[in-house]
């Protein structure tokens, strides 16, 4: 279960590797694969800062990006 600090990123891969077996390796990091987008190269994966530093030092791994945030709220709510 994600925890606070817990944040889902998007990693763009090389075609040196495999992406699954990157995915596997990305498990072994202590991400957790959410999706393998093997067309366009990117795995999203979710974990602390620390995972994402742990992701970055894997070979084929050309970068690791947060994923932002969106929240629009419930209809009919005032707009801040």
């Not at 694969?33 to 093997?38: F, K």
């Amino acid at each position: 279960m994600p925890t606070t600090d817990t944040k889902t990123w998007a990693v763009t891969v090389s075609h040196n590797v495999p992406i699954h077996v990157l995915a596997s390796q990305f498990t072994a990091a202590g991400a957790e694969v959410q999706n393998v987008l093997a067309e366009t190269r990117v795995i999203v994966a979710t974990g602390t800062d620390e995972v994402a530093a742990r992701l970055r030092g894997i070979d084929g791994v050309a970068d690791v990006s947060e994923v932002p945030v969106a929240d629009v709220g419930p209809p009919g709510a005032e707009i801040a």
